[in-house]
């Protein structure tokens, strides 16, 4: 393993395309393989022992294609496995956690939402990272109920999704948050439909771009970081065959080969 290695990444599904997405375009030179999960979406519903498991599992994989560096790219396998991962393998791991530090100091109605998983928002590490950075504000915790399952079936437009998001946002708008914070990297691809809800007086917020700096930082102070330049080469690997990952590139416009893998 060394610089010239590839960043290994991966999630329950699709969702963490839109953390891949940033890691392509800041770091240039770097190769990548993605992991999706599909077949055991969504892990939001699993307990902290089973999500665990599935990241062992996803981890020695990428681990034996060789990666350099591993990107969870799951709030819910990060809040739950990334103490596990980091105690028990020498490579270095970036998870990603919601954004809600941002968004609470920049509030002005004192008010922030939250839309993340179930196992996300009953974590220890969320609940310690919320009690750090919010006194005095009020959070609106929602589990996002059935988004990531329409999510990997494509169904983002859908009737059933603007319903559910609806019923998920209503009570937080009821509270006048006037920032939206989205836990879950499923989510941003929800952007234009969550949008049609909230208006323009939410700022909704995700952790993607920040993920991607950490992944640069820790490349560069572990001198790992590839400043060749080369035809970059990325793999997607997933074990459904029904997901909607191809919709999904098409809508980050990246013409990426995907292979089927039973992992
Ligand atoms: N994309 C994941 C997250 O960021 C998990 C979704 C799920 O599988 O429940 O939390």
């Not at 034996?64 to 020498?90: E, F, H, M, Q, S």
């Not at 060749?228 to 990426?256: P, R």
Request: hydrophobic letters at 35%; aromatic letters at 6%.
């Amino acid at each position: 393993m060394n610089s010239s290695s590839p960043i290994g990444i991966f999630d329950s599904g699709v969702g963490g395309l839109s953390i891949w997405k940033e890691i392509v375009s800041l770091l240039p030179n770097e190769d990548t393989i993605y992991l999706a999960d599909s077949k055991n979406a969504p892990y939001g519903e699993k307990s902290k022992q089973e999500i665990i498991e599935l990241c062992i599992k996803n981890t020695e994989l990428l681990l034996k294609k060789g990666c350099k560096i591993i990107v969870v790219a799951c709030n819910t396998a990060t809040t739950n496995a990334i103490g596990y991962l980091r105690t028990n393998y020498d490579v270095p791991f970036i998870g990603i956690e919601p954004a809600i530090k941002p968004a609470a100091l920049q509030t002005k109605t004192g008010a922030v939402g939250i839309l993340a998983t179930k196992g996300t928002l009953s974590s220890e590490l969320f609940h310690e990272t919320s009690k750090k950075f919010t006194e005095g504000i009020t959070v609106i915790e929602q589990i996002g109920e059935g988004l990531v399952p329409l999510i990997e079936k494509g169904q983002i437009e859908s009737e059933e999704m603007q319903k559910l998001l609806q019923k998920h946002l209503q009570p937080m708008l009821a509270k006048h948050i006037d920032y939206l914070v989205l836990g879950c990297s499923h989510y941003p691809f929800l952007l234009a439909e969550i949008q049609k809800i909230t208006g323009n007086n939410v700022t909704i917020i995700d952790s993607g771009e920040a993920v991607a700096r950490q992944t640069k930082a820790i490349l560069e102070k572990n001198n790992l970081l590839n400043n060749t330049k080369h035809q970059t080469s990325h793999t997607i690997f997933t074990n459904s065959k029904n997901s909607s990952i191809k919709k999904i590139l098409e809508i980050l416009e990246k013409d990426v080969e995907v292979q089927y893998l039973d992992f």
